[in-house]
């Protein structure tokens, strides 16, 4: 079993749907949660993070962790074709050179 | 916010000579810095953890001799593929943690090296 498992998709969804991604994990000792989006030939860019259980909220995305079910989503209210790209958890343990353990990646299309 | 400068972007190298790919964290210092390859729609794989002043730590299977990484100061560091081969053309990209308080890591744009 891998630490982080995230479903490759592809994902496709009509403009202005509500987008949800997931992740689970089994290191029950990671604390920090990240969502990163990657645009193709692209480095991977820091949409959110959260410490610990909880949501977050940044405009049309909210992270959400819930670590007794060791399970983090990510949501996109109102999607849009720019939103196209591929979505990767990420999440690391305190202390140490926090290396971080990704998942393998969503790959999410948006049509119009 | 936070940037990370990677260059070059795309270079294209004969098979045999080194290549150097350099990231530079612009606005803050970099404590840990991170070189990862990825493969076409695949995730990304860990090769190296660079902390500034320290040998790197490389992960398994990656030849430290081949894949040599310097992290000479807060905000710069280096991978220079030596020797390079065709199976070593992929996209490379560095990560950097900042000093301090946990906000992340930010990811460079990437090298796509193609060795001819």
């Known amino acids: 079993q891998k630490e982080v498992e995230q479903d490759p998709g592809p994902l496709s969804v009509p403009e202005g749907a509500i987008v949800s991604l997931n992740c689970t994990y089994s290191n029950s000792a990671f604390q920090y949660f990240m969502w990163y989006r990657q645009y193709s030939r692209k480095g991977p860019e820091l949409l959110m993070y959260?410490?610990?259980?909880g949501n977050k909220e940044d405009g049309r995305f909210t992270a959400q962790v819930d670590k007794s079910s060791k399970y983090i989503s990510l949501f996109i209210r109102d999607s849009q074709p720019s939103d196209s790209a591929t979505y990767l958890c990420a999440m690391t343990s305190t202390g140490g050179s926090y290396i971080p353990t990704f998942g393998r990646g969503t790959s999410l299309i948006v049509h119009p | 916010g936070a940037v990370v400068s990677q260059h070059p972007s795309r270079v294209i190298c004969k098979s045999g000579t080194s290549v150097k790919i350099e990231c530079r964290s612009l606005d803050f210092q970099a404590t840990t810095m991170f070189w990862y390859r990825q493969f076409p729609k695949k995730s990304l794989m860990l090769m190296a953890t660079?902390?500034?002043?320290?040998?790197?730590?490389?992960e398994q299977g990656v030849e430290k001799d081949k894949f040599l990484i310097n992290h000479a100061s807060l905000t710069l560091s280096t991978l220079t593929v030596t020797s390079a081969h065709p199976e070593d053309s992929s996209f490379y990209i560095c990560s950097a943690r900042s000093t301090g308080s946990f906000h992340g890591y930010t990811f460079g744009s990437g090298t796509r090296l193609t060795v001819v």
């Open positions: 959260t410490y610990s259980s």
């Open positions: 660079s902390n500034e002043g320290s040998k790197a730590t490389y």
